[in-house]
Nanobody, 131 residues
Framework: EVQLQASGGGLVQAGGSLRLSCAASGFTSDDYAIGWFRQAPGKEREGVSCIGSRAWNTNNADSAKGRFTISRDNAKNTVYLQMNNLKGEDTAVYFC????????????????????????WGQGTQVTVSS
């Protein structure tokens, strides 16, 4: 059974940083993509950043570019989202999700920031940015 555990959220002042972690278990290879999504109260879920099984394959929403960096440590089956220069509008519950990449060598497009592309979801971690 594939399970995802998101952690690292918290309360931080505007301009501060947080690093979110998404630990995956129950997957037998490294051929998967992980996406980070967030949902603020009263708003729809939005894709923030994702990373595929190949190092070149990352994708970031405009809101994340220049501030958020996604990375993965396959030895630990963990994906990280380093968030710098946080703003009030980054306040949300952050979720990570996973999708299998059965043939990563033939993938030519970047990983998806659409939630419907992902099959497995973890619980959320709250990020609150105070001004």
């Amino acid at each position: 059974e594939v399970q995802l555990q998101a952690s690292g959220g918290g309360l931080v002042q505007a301009g501060g940083s947080l690093r979110l972690s998404c630990a995956a278990s129950g997957f037998t290879s490294d051929d998967y993509a992980i996406g980070w999504f967030r949902q603020a109260p009263g708003k729809e879920r939005e894709g923030v950043s994702c990373i595929g099984s190949r190092a070149w394959n990352t994708n970031n929403a405009d809101s994340a570019k220049g501030r958020f960096t996604i990375s993965r440590d396959n030895a630990k089956n963990t994906v990280y989202l380093q968030m710098n220069n946080l703003k009030g509008e980054d306040t949300a519950v952050y979720f990570c999700a996973l999708v299998d990449e059965p043939q990563p060598s033939v993938i030519v497009s970047r990983c998806s920031l659409f939630g419907f592309s992902y099959d497995y979801w973890g619980q959320g971690t709250q990020v609150t940015v105070s001004s």
